[in-house]
Protein backbone atom coordinates (compact mmCIF):
# COMPACT_ATOMS: atom_id res chain seq x y z
CA UNK A 1 0.00 0.00 0.00
CA UNK A 2 1.08 2.87 -0.79
CA UNK A 3 0.21 6.88 -0.04
CA UNK A 4 1.52 9.72 -1.84
CA UNK A 5 0.67 13.51 -1.14
CA UNK A 6 -0.09 15.55 -4.57
CA UNK A 7 -0.92 18.54 -5.29
CA UNK A 8 -3.11 18.45 -8.46
CA UNK A 9 -5.26 15.03 -9.34
CA UNK A 10 -3.93 13.15 -11.88
CA UNK A 11 -6.30 12.65 -14.94
CA UNK A 12 -5.41 8.97 -15.20
CA UNK A 13 -6.77 8.14 -11.78
CA UNK A 14 -10.12 6.44 -12.28
CA UNK A 15 -11.55 6.34 -8.72
CA UNK A 16 -11.97 10.17 -7.16
CA UNK A 17 -12.98 11.17 -3.58
CA UNK A 18 -14.45 14.06 -3.01
CA UNK A 19 -14.74 14.67 1.51
CA UNK A 20 -17.91 16.70 2.47
CA UNK A 21 -19.28 18.16 5.97
CA UNK A 22 -22.49 17.82 6.73
CA UNK A 23 -24.83 20.37 4.52
CA UNK A 24 -21.72 22.00 3.38
CA UNK A 25 -21.98 23.11 -0.64
CA UNK A 26 -19.79 21.34 -3.30
CA UNK A 27 -16.33 22.76 -2.88
CA UNK A 28 -15.71 24.61 -6.86
CA UNK A 29 -13.92 21.28 -8.48
CA UNK A 30 -16.54 19.13 -7.40
CA UNK A 31 -18.98 21.91 -8.72
CA UNK A 32 -17.42 21.87 -12.21
CA UNK A 33 -17.68 18.57 -12.34
CA UNK A 34 -21.39 17.91 -11.68
CA UNK A 35 -21.92 21.06 -13.85
CA UNK A 36 -19.88 19.31 -17.04
CA UNK A 37 -21.34 15.79 -16.27
CA UNK A 38 -25.17 16.04 -15.76
CA UNK A 39 -25.74 16.81 -12.66
CA UNK A 40 -24.54 13.06 -11.94
CA UNK A 41 -23.45 14.08 -8.58
CA UNK A 42 -26.59 16.56 -7.34
CA UNK A 43 -28.40 13.47 -8.14
CA UNK A 44 -26.26 10.71 -6.19
CA UNK A 45 -26.78 13.07 -3.68
CA UNK A 46 -30.60 13.07 -3.55
CA UNK A 47 -30.56 9.88 -4.76
CA UNK A 48 -28.65 8.17 -1.66
CA UNK A 49 -29.79 11.05 1.17
CA UNK A 50 -26.36 12.22 1.21
CA UNK A 51 -26.22 14.41 4.32
CA UNK A 52 -22.52 14.11 4.90
CA UNK A 53 -22.95 12.36 8.34
CA UNK A 54 -19.28 10.79 9.26
CA UNK A 55 -18.29 8.13 7.93
CA UNK A 56 -21.04 7.69 4.78
CA UNK A 57 -19.57 7.03 1.40
CA UNK A 58 -21.80 7.04 -1.64
CA UNK A 59 -20.48 6.46 -4.92
CA UNK A 60 -21.62 6.86 -8.73
CA UNK A 61 -20.38 6.22 -11.79
CA UNK A 62 -19.50 8.31 -15.07
CA UNK A 63 -19.23 5.63 -17.47
CA UNK A 64 -18.27 8.00 -20.50
CA UNK A 65 -14.68 9.02 -18.72
CA UNK A 66 -14.67 5.47 -16.65
CA UNK A 67 -14.61 7.01 -12.98
CA UNK A 68 -15.81 6.30 -10.25
CA UNK A 69 -16.95 9.31 -7.82
CA UNK A 70 -17.19 8.82 -4.10
CA UNK A 71 -18.64 11.17 -1.38
CA UNK A 72 -17.09 10.68 1.80
CA UNK A 73 -19.06 12.31 4.62
CA UNK A 74 -16.84 14.45 7.61
CA UNK A 75 -19.29 15.17 10.03
CA UNK A 76 -19.96 18.33 11.12
CA UNK A 77 -17.67 21.05 9.56
CA UNK A 78 -16.52 23.19 12.46
CA UNK A 79 -16.47 20.11 14.94
CA UNK A 80 -13.97 18.28 12.19
CA UNK A 81 -11.16 17.12 14.36
CA UNK A 82 -8.57 14.90 13.58
CA UNK A 83 -10.60 11.57 14.81
CA UNK A 84 -13.44 12.82 12.01
CA UNK A 85 -10.71 12.82 9.37
CA UNK A 86 -8.96 9.65 10.58
CA UNK A 87 -12.43 8.14 10.27
CA UNK A 88 -12.83 8.95 6.90
CA UNK A 89 -9.65 7.53 5.81
CA UNK A 90 -10.86 4.24 7.48
CA UNK A 91 -13.76 4.64 5.43
CA UNK A 92 -11.81 5.18 2.02
CA UNK A 93 -9.94 2.16 2.68
CA UNK A 94 -12.46 0.04 3.16
CA UNK A 95 -14.34 1.09 0.11
CA UNK A 96 -10.81 0.84 -1.75
CA UNK A 97 -10.81 -3.21 -0.23
CA UNK A 98 -13.89 -3.63 -2.35
CA UNK A 99 -12.89 -2.59 -5.37
CA UNK A 100 -10.80 -3.39 -8.23
CA UNK A 101 -9.29 0.06 -9.20
CA UNK A 102 -5.77 0.16 -7.30
CA UNK A 103 -5.01 4.34 -7.46
CA UNK A 104 -7.66 6.53 -5.46
CA UNK A 105 -7.22 10.66 -5.14
CA UNK A 106 -8.84 12.10 -2.43
CA UNK A 107 -9.88 15.94 -2.78
CA UNK A 108 -8.49 17.26 0.68
CA UNK A 109 -9.35 20.71 2.08
CA UNK A 110 -6.44 21.75 4.34
CA UNK A 111 -3.16 19.99 5.55
CA UNK A 112 -4.09 19.03 8.89
CA UNK A 113 -7.26 16.88 6.94
CA UNK A 114 -4.85 15.45 4.39
CA UNK A 115 -2.74 14.13 7.09
CA UNK A 116 -5.13 12.86 9.20
CA UNK A 117 -6.69 10.72 6.24
CA UNK A 118 -3.21 9.68 5.65
CA UNK A 119 -2.49 8.73 9.25
CA UNK A 120 -6.94 6.85 9.46
CA UNK A 121 -5.77 4.88 5.71
CA UNK A 122 -2.65 3.29 7.85
CA UNK A 123 -4.08 2.87 10.57
CA UNK A 124 -6.78 0.84 9.07
CA UNK A 125 -4.13 -1.54 7.22
CA UNK A 126 -3.88 -3.60 10.20
CA UNK A 127 -6.00 -6.68 10.57
CA UNK A 128 -5.93 -9.51 12.41
CA UNK A 129 -6.96 -12.31 10.56
CA UNK A 130 -3.73 -14.19 10.50
CA UNK A 131 -5.87 -17.61 11.85
CA UNK A 132 -8.57 -17.56 9.81
CA UNK A 133 -7.74 -19.92 6.78
CA UNK A 134 -8.39 -18.66 3.51
CA UNK A 135 -11.16 -20.83 1.90
CA UNK A 136 -10.83 -19.89 -1.33
CA UNK A 137 -8.11 -18.07 -3.97
CA UNK A 138 -10.39 -14.99 -4.40
CA UNK A 139 -10.17 -14.69 -0.35
CA UNK A 140 -6.02 -14.52 -0.90
CA UNK A 141 -6.00 -12.67 -3.25
CA UNK A 142 -8.03 -9.55 -1.95
CA UNK A 143 -5.90 -9.47 0.81
CA UNK A 144 -3.28 -9.61 -1.29
CA UNK A 145 -4.66 -6.75 -3.53
CA UNK A 146 -4.70 -4.11 -1.21
CA UNK A 147 -0.86 -3.89 -0.92
CA UNK A 148 -0.94 -3.06 -4.47
CA UNK A 149 -3.34 -0.03 -3.72
CA UNK A 150 -2.02 3.12 -3.92
CA UNK A 151 -3.95 6.58 -2.21
CA UNK A 152 -3.37 10.20 -3.95
CA UNK A 153 -4.28 12.82 -1.32
CA UNK A 154 -4.46 16.58 -2.49
CA UNK A 155 -3.08 19.07 -0.54
CA UNK A 156 -1.53 22.51 -1.63
CA UNK A 157 1.91 21.67 -0.16
CA UNK A 158 2.32 17.95 -0.92
CA UNK A 159 5.90 18.45 0.40
CA UNK A 160 5.56 19.32 3.34
CA UNK A 161 2.53 17.07 4.33
CA UNK A 162 5.05 14.37 3.19
CA UNK A 163 7.27 15.39 6.07
CA UNK A 164 5.03 15.38 8.39
CA UNK A 165 3.74 12.18 7.89
CA UNK A 166 6.93 10.96 8.77
CA UNK A 167 6.09 10.98 12.32
CA UNK A 168 2.30 9.74 12.13
CA UNK A 169 3.40 6.97 9.45
CA UNK A 170 5.71 6.29 12.88
CA UNK A 171 2.59 6.09 14.94
CA UNK A 172 1.01 3.94 13.18
CA UNK A 173 3.60 1.50 12.82
CA UNK A 174 3.57 1.63 16.38
CA UNK A 175 0.06 1.17 16.59
CA UNK A 176 -0.03 -1.90 14.61
CA UNK A 177 2.95 -3.32 16.97
CA UNK A 178 1.26 -3.09 19.66
CA UNK A 179 -2.12 -4.33 18.82
CA UNK A 180 -0.14 -7.45 17.01
CA UNK A 181 0.99 -8.13 20.80
CA UNK A 182 -2.35 -7.04 22.51
CA UNK A 183 -4.55 -9.29 19.64
CA UNK A 184 -1.84 -12.46 20.31
CA UNK A 185 -4.05 -14.58 22.65
CA UNK A 186 -2.57 -16.07 25.81
CA UNK A 187 -1.12 -19.22 24.07
CA UNK A 188 1.34 -17.50 22.41
CA UNK A 189 1.81 -14.57 23.98
CA UNK A 190 3.36 -15.69 27.61
CA UNK A 191 6.32 -13.88 29.43
CA UNK A 192 8.70 -15.63 28.03
CA UNK A 193 7.51 -15.04 24.05
CA UNK A 194 6.53 -11.37 24.80
CA UNK A 195 9.60 -11.03 26.31
CA UNK A 196 11.30 -12.17 22.87
CA UNK A 197 9.10 -10.20 21.12
CA UNK A 198 10.05 -7.04 23.02
CA UNK A 199 14.00 -8.15 22.54
CA UNK A 200 13.24 -7.55 18.65
CA UNK A 201 12.38 -3.86 18.43
CA UNK A 202 16.17 -3.35 19.26
CA UNK A 203 16.62 -3.60 15.34
CA UNK A 204 14.80 0.14 15.64
CA UNK A 205 17.80 1.50 17.64
CA UNK A 206 16.03 1.38 21.02
CA UNK A 207 17.67 -0.88 23.99
CA UNK A 208 16.07 -3.95 25.30
CA UNK A 209 17.31 -5.62 28.81
CA UNK A 210 15.28 -8.29 30.29
CA UNK A 211 15.34 -9.02 33.72
CA UNK A 212 14.46 -12.79 34.16
CA UNK A 213 13.00 -14.51 37.29
CA UNK A 214 16.07 -15.57 38.49
CA UNK A 215 17.01 -11.59 38.94
CA UNK A 216 14.03 -10.56 40.22
CA UNK A 217 14.52 -13.39 43.30
CA UNK A 218 17.76 -11.32 43.74
CA UNK A 219 16.64 -7.59 43.28
CA UNK A 220 13.53 -8.92 46.17
CA UNK A 221 10.53 -8.70 43.61
CA UNK A 222 8.75 -10.26 45.14
CA UNK A 223 5.49 -8.92 44.12
CA UNK A 224 5.11 -9.81 40.35
CA UNK A 225 7.08 -13.19 41.33
CA UNK A 226 3.72 -14.03 43.69
CA UNK A 227 1.51 -13.01 40.69
CA UNK A 228 3.80 -15.15 38.47
CA UNK A 229 4.49 -18.10 40.03
CA UNK A 230 1.48 -20.64 39.36
CA UNK A 231 2.17 -20.30 35.88
CA UNK A 232 4.43 -22.64 33.86
CA UNK A 233 6.28 -19.70 32.08
CA UNK A 234 8.09 -17.62 34.54
CA UNK A 235 7.42 -13.74 34.80
CA UNK A 236 9.80 -11.10 33.69
CA UNK A 237 10.49 -7.58 33.80
CA UNK A 238 11.32 -5.68 30.28
CA UNK A 239 13.03 -2.41 30.17
CA UNK A 240 12.92 -0.15 26.94
CA UNK A 241 14.82 2.91 26.60
CA UNK A 242 15.05 4.97 23.87
CA UNK A 243 18.21 7.80 24.00
CA UNK A 244 16.85 10.22 21.60
CA UNK A 245 19.26 12.76 22.55
CA UNK A 246 22.55 10.91 23.25
CA UNK A 247 23.85 14.40 24.47
CA UNK A 248 21.51 13.90 27.91
CA UNK A 249 22.27 10.98 30.15
CA UNK A 250 19.01 11.21 32.08
CA UNK A 251 15.60 10.05 31.45
CA UNK A 252 13.21 12.67 32.78
CA UNK A 253 10.14 10.74 31.56
CA UNK A 254 9.56 7.01 32.26
CA UNK A 255 6.78 4.36 31.14
CA UNK A 256 5.42 1.72 32.62
CA UNK A 257 2.62 -1.28 31.54
CA UNK A 258 0.94 -3.57 32.94
CA UNK A 259 1.85 -7.25 31.11
CA UNK A 260 -0.05 -9.59 32.41
CA UNK A 261 -0.64 -12.17 29.57
CA UNK A 262 -3.67 -14.08 30.75
CA UNK A 263 -5.84 -13.09 33.87
CA UNK A 264 -7.43 -16.58 34.77
CA UNK A 265 -7.91 -14.49 38.36
CA UNK A 266 -5.36 -16.92 39.96
CA UNK A 267 -6.71 -19.18 43.32
CA UNK A 268 -9.83 -16.34 42.94
CA UNK A 269 -10.55 -17.87 39.64
CA UNK A 270 -12.94 -15.59 37.31
CA UNK A 271 -15.85 -16.84 36.46
CA UNK A 272 -15.82 -18.26 32.60
CA UNK A 273 -17.25 -14.88 31.24
CA UNK A 274 -14.69 -12.90 32.97
CA UNK A 275 -12.11 -14.78 31.22
CA UNK A 276 -13.28 -14.20 27.85
CA UNK A 277 -10.42 -12.35 26.23
CA UNK A 278 -8.35 -11.87 29.69
CA UNK A 279 -5.40 -12.20 26.85
CA UNK A 280 -5.58 -8.50 26.67
CA UNK A 281 -4.55 -7.81 30.12
CA UNK A 282 -1.55 -6.57 28.62
CA UNK A 283 -2.56 -4.04 26.85
CA UNK A 284 -1.16 -1.02 28.91
CA UNK A 285 2.79 -3.47 28.12
CA UNK A 286 1.52 -3.03 24.27
CA UNK A 287 0.55 0.56 24.71
CA UNK A 288 4.27 1.06 26.25
CA UNK A 289 5.93 -1.20 23.90
CA UNK A 290 4.46 0.34 20.43
CA UNK A 291 5.17 4.34 22.01
CA UNK A 292 8.73 3.21 22.33
CA UNK A 293 8.83 1.66 18.87
CA UNK A 294 6.82 4.81 17.66
CA UNK A 295 9.11 7.19 18.80
CA UNK A 296 12.84 5.10 17.71
CA UNK A 297 11.21 4.99 14.28
CA UNK A 298 10.00 8.94 14.71
CA UNK A 299 13.61 9.57 16.01
CA UNK A 300 12.10 11.88 18.48
CA UNK A 301 14.59 13.77 20.35
CA UNK A 302 13.65 12.64 24.26
CA UNK A 303 15.10 10.30 26.53
CA UNK A 304 12.49 8.12 27.44
CA UNK A 305 12.85 4.59 30.27
CA UNK A 306 10.03 1.98 29.98
CA UNK A 307 9.40 -1.09 31.93
CA UNK A 308 6.71 -3.98 31.37
CA UNK A 309 5.83 -6.25 34.45
CA UNK A 310 5.05 -9.58 32.33
CA UNK A 311 3.28 -12.32 34.08
CA UNK A 312 0.60 -15.14 33.64
CA UNK A 313 -1.91 -14.79 36.80
CA UNK A 314 -2.59 -18.87 36.77
CA UNK A 315 -4.00 -21.18 39.28
CA UNK A 316 -1.99 -24.31 40.48
CA UNK A 317 -0.95 -25.37 44.29
CA UNK A 318 1.61 -22.98 44.17
CA UNK A 319 -0.41 -20.26 43.24
CA UNK A 320 -0.11 -17.13 45.71
CA UNK A 321 -2.80 -17.71 48.40
CA UNK A 322 -5.66 -14.96 49.79
CA UNK A 323 -4.24 -13.84 53.01
CA UNK A 324 -0.11 -14.12 52.45
CA UNK A 325 1.59 -11.28 53.33
CA UNK A 326 4.21 -10.69 50.94
CA UNK A 327 7.63 -8.19 50.80
CA UNK A 328 7.76 -5.78 47.51
CA UNK A 329 10.74 -4.58 45.94
CA UNK A 330 10.02 -1.76 47.87
CA UNK A 331 9.80 -3.35 51.05
CA UNK A 332 6.80 -2.53 51.90
CA UNK A 333 4.80 -5.84 52.81
CA UNK A 334 1.38 -6.44 50.91
CA UNK A 335 -1.36 -8.35 52.52
CA UNK A 336 -3.49 -10.52 49.85
CA UNK A 337 -7.07 -9.91 49.91
CA UNK A 338 -8.03 -11.18 46.26
CA UNK A 339 -5.46 -12.57 43.65
CA UNK A 340 -7.49 -11.14 41.07
CA UNK A 341 -6.43 -7.95 41.91
CA UNK A 342 -2.66 -8.85 40.81
CA UNK A 343 -1.97 -5.88 38.73
CA UNK A 344 -1.35 -3.68 40.97
CA UNK A 345 1.28 -5.52 42.65
CA UNK A 346 3.17 -6.11 39.08
CA UNK A 347 2.97 -1.95 38.75
CA UNK A 348 4.28 -1.77 42.38
CA UNK A 349 7.47 -3.58 42.25
CA UNK A 350 8.20 -2.31 38.45
CA UNK A 351 7.66 1.44 39.43
CA UNK A 352 9.94 0.84 42.04
CA UNK A 353 12.66 -0.50 39.59
CA UNK A 354 12.08 2.29 37.37
CA UNK A 355 12.23 4.83 39.66
CA UNK A 356 15.08 3.70 42.02
CA UNK A 357 17.41 3.04 38.84
CA UNK A 358 16.51 6.11 36.18
CA UNK A 359 15.18 8.44 38.83
CA UNK A 360 12.72 10.03 36.51
CA UNK A 361 10.50 13.51 37.09
CA UNK A 362 7.44 11.97 35.05
CA UNK A 363 6.09 8.69 35.74
CA UNK A 364 3.13 7.33 33.37
CA UNK A 365 1.51 3.76 34.32
CA UNK A 366 -1.07 2.41 31.68
CA UNK A 367 -3.01 -0.80 32.45
CA UNK A 368 -6.04 -2.84 32.52
CA UNK A 369 -6.33 -2.48 35.81
CA UNK A 370 -10.18 -2.30 37.11
CA UNK A 371 -13.47 -3.73 35.46
CA UNK A 372 -15.17 -1.42 37.24
CA UNK A 373 -13.65 0.91 34.39
CA UNK A 374 -16.19 -0.42 32.28
CA UNK A 375 -19.02 0.72 34.33
CA UNK A 376 -17.76 4.21 35.29
CA UNK A 377 -16.45 5.46 31.54
CA UNK A 378 -17.33 2.83 29.19
CA UNK A 379 -15.58 2.60 26.07
CA UNK A 380 -15.19 6.54 25.56
CA UNK A 381 -12.59 7.83 27.88
CA UNK A 382 -10.02 5.93 30.24
CA UNK A 383 -9.20 6.82 34.25
CA UNK A 384 -6.58 9.00 34.64
CA UNK A 385 -5.23 9.15 38.35
CA UNK A 386 -2.64 11.48 39.18
CA UNK A 387 -0.91 13.36 42.35
CA UNK A 388 0.30 16.54 39.72
CA UNK A 389 -2.55 19.12 38.47
CA UNK A 390 -0.27 20.31 35.76
CA UNK A 391 0.38 16.99 34.29
CA UNK A 392 -3.22 15.64 34.56
CA UNK A 393 -4.05 18.34 32.92
CA UNK A 394 -2.15 18.08 29.84
CA UNK A 395 -2.84 14.71 29.63
CA UNK A 396 -6.17 15.37 29.03
CA UNK A 397 -5.64 17.98 26.56
CA UNK A 398 -3.36 15.66 24.43
CA UNK A 399 -5.58 12.90 24.91
CA UNK A 400 -8.61 15.37 23.70
CA UNK A 401 -6.53 16.29 20.69
CA UNK A 402 -5.50 12.87 19.55
CA UNK A 403 -8.37 10.90 20.57
CA UNK A 404 -7.73 8.91 23.47
CA UNK A 405 -9.45 10.55 25.74
CA UNK A 406 -8.83 10.38 29.50
CA UNK A 407 -10.81 11.89 32.35
CA UNK A 408 -9.44 12.71 35.50
CA UNK A 409 -10.51 11.01 38.66
CA UNK A 410 -9.92 11.79 42.27
CA UNK A 411 -7.74 10.36 44.35
CA UNK A 412 -8.03 11.66 48.69
CA UNK A 413 -6.58 10.23 51.89
CA UNK A 414 -10.14 8.32 52.54
CA UNK A 415 -9.35 6.25 49.59
CA UNK A 416 -6.11 6.01 51.02
CA UNK A 417 -7.38 4.34 54.11
CA UNK A 418 -9.76 2.18 52.46
CA UNK A 419 -6.37 -0.10 51.58
CA UNK A 420 -5.06 0.16 55.29
CA UNK A 421 -4.45 -3.35 56.54
CA UNK A 422 -4.16 -5.18 59.61
CA UNK A 423 -1.19 -7.28 59.58
CA UNK A 424 0.90 -5.66 57.02
CA UNK A 425 1.80 -2.34 55.58
CA UNK A 426 -1.62 -2.16 53.15
CA UNK A 427 -3.34 -4.38 51.63
CA UNK A 428 -4.53 -5.08 47.79
CA UNK A 429 -8.35 -4.90 47.81
CA UNK A 430 -9.85 -1.65 49.47
CA UNK A 431 -13.44 -3.53 49.16
CA UNK A 432 -16.38 -2.92 45.80
CA UNK A 433 -16.73 0.92 46.33
CA UNK A 434 -14.44 3.02 44.72
CA UNK A 435 -12.50 0.09 43.29
CA UNK A 436 -10.24 1.92 40.36
CA UNK A 437 -9.38 5.07 42.99
CA UNK A 438 -8.24 2.39 45.54
CA UNK A 439 -6.29 0.49 43.22
CA UNK A 440 -4.74 3.84 41.94
CA UNK A 441 -3.93 4.92 45.41
CA UNK A 442 -2.45 1.31 46.19
CA UNK A 443 -0.06 2.41 43.33
CA UNK A 444 0.62 5.73 44.62
CA UNK A 445 1.65 4.49 47.84
CA UNK A 446 5.01 2.79 45.52
CA UNK A 447 5.15 6.69 43.85
CA UNK A 448 8.05 8.71 45.44
CA UNK A 449 7.21 11.97 46.62
CA UNK A 450 9.13 14.01 44.39
CA UNK A 451 7.98 12.00 41.32
CA UNK A 452 4.91 13.82 39.17
CA UNK A 453 3.02 10.17 38.01
CA UNK A 454 -0.02 9.53 36.31
CA UNK A 455 -1.99 6.39 36.20
CA UNK A 456 -4.04 5.62 33.38
CA UNK A 457 -6.81 2.50 33.72
CA UNK A 458 -7.29 1.25 29.97
CA UNK A 459 -9.53 -1.38 31.26
CA UNK A 460 -12.77 0.08 29.70
CA UNK A 461 -11.00 1.16 26.56
CA UNK A 462 -8.40 -1.44 25.47
CA UNK A 463 -10.40 -3.62 23.46
CA UNK A 464 -13.30 -3.11 21.09
CA UNK A 465 -16.05 -5.66 21.03
CA UNK A 466 -17.94 -3.89 18.22
CA UNK A 467 -16.28 -3.03 14.53
CA UNK A 468 -16.29 0.67 14.01
CA UNK A 469 -14.34 3.71 11.87
CA UNK A 470 -12.17 4.35 15.06
CA UNK A 471 -11.33 0.22 15.56
CA UNK A 472 -11.67 -3.03 14.24
CA UNK A 473 -12.59 -5.45 16.99
CA UNK A 474 -10.15 -6.49 19.30
CA UNK A 475 -7.28 -4.58 20.15
CA UNK A 476 -7.60 -0.49 19.96
CA UNK A 477 -4.31 0.04 20.82
CA UNK A 478 -5.22 3.14 23.03
CA UNK A 479 -2.97 5.01 25.02
CA UNK A 480 0.14 4.74 22.29
CA UNK A 481 -0.92 8.42 20.36
CA UNK A 482 -2.04 9.87 23.82
CA UNK A 483 1.58 9.14 25.43
CA UNK A 484 3.38 9.49 21.65
CA UNK A 485 2.15 13.07 21.61
CA UNK A 486 2.62 13.89 25.36
CA UNK A 487 5.97 12.90 25.10
CA UNK A 488 6.87 14.45 21.70
CA UNK A 489 5.20 17.70 22.57
CA UNK A 490 7.29 18.08 25.73
N1 LIG B 1 -7.53 -7.49 34.61
C1 LIG B 1 -8.54 -7.22 35.55
C2 LIG B 1 -9.32 -5.95 35.22
C3 LIG B 1 -10.15 -5.98 33.96
C4 LIG B 1 -11.45 -6.39 34.00
C5 LIG B 1 -9.61 -5.54 32.78
C6 LIG B 1 -12.22 -6.40 32.86
C7 LIG B 1 -10.38 -5.54 31.63
C8 LIG B 1 -11.68 -5.94 31.68
C9 LIG B 1 -7.96 -7.06 36.95
O1 LIG B 1 -6.80 -7.75 37.21
C10 LIG B 1 -9.00 -7.59 37.87
O2 LIG B 1 -9.23 -8.76 37.83
N2 LIG B 1 -9.61 -6.73 38.63
C11 LIG B 1 -10.69 -7.11 39.44
C12 LIG B 1 -10.39 -6.74 40.85
C13 LIG B 1 -11.37 -7.40 41.77
C14 LIG B 1 -10.88 -8.73 42.18
C15 LIG B 1 -11.55 -6.60 42.98
C16 LIG B 1 -11.91 -6.35 38.95
O3 LIG B 1 -11.80 -5.17 38.66
O4 LIG B 1 -12.95 -6.98 38.79
ZN1 LIG C 1 -7.20 -9.78 37.88
ZN1 LIG D 1 -5.64 -8.20 35.51
Known sequence: MKINFINKIDAKTKTLVF???????????????????????????????????????????????????????????????????QNLGSSVFDFMQKIENKEVSIFSLSKDAALNI??????????????????NEQEDENSLQIKEKAFYICTEDPKSAEDEFIILDAKAQGMNIAKAFINEPGNVIN????????????????????IDAKKLQKLGANLILNVGKASETPPCMAIIKWQGDKSIKDYKIALAGKGITYDAGGLCLKPREGQLHMFYDMAGAGAVCGTMAALALAKDKHNVAAIVGLAENAISSNAMRVGDIIKSLSGKTVEIINTDAEGRLVLADIITYIQNEY??????????????????????????????????????????????????LPLCDEYDKMIKSDVADVKNLGGAEAASATAAQFIKRFVKDNVKWAHIDIAGVAWSKSENLKSRKGATGFGLKLLFDFITTK
Open 359 to 408: KPEILIDVATLTGAMTYVLGAEYAGLFSNDENLAEKLYNTGFACGDKVWN
Open 19 to 85: PLSLKQKMQDELKNFDEQNDKIISKAMALYKFTGKNGQIVQTFLPKKDILIVLAGVGVEKNADAACY
Open 118 to 135: AFGISLREYNFDKYISKE
Open 191 to 210: PKTFAEEIKKLEKLGLKVEI
